[in-house]
């Protein structure tokens, strides 16, 4: 997953995420997709946190 049509198909779907730069000392995350345009895309981490993110992240299906 890496175009934003491709995040926008995985909308509501869990994904293990990769961000060029690091996000709070980290560049690795799980989470669900909850929104994609073609610029941005939003993945619901925990309870609580919710990450933003432009075009230059990579995001692979998570099977748990």
Known sequence: VRRPEHFRAAVGH???LRTAADIAGKNR???TVVAATDQSA???VGDDVMLRFVQGARARASSS
Do not use: E, K, L, P
């Open 14 to 16: 869990d994904v293990q």
């Open 29 to 31: 995350f799980r989470g």
């Open 42 to 44: 939003r993945i619901a």
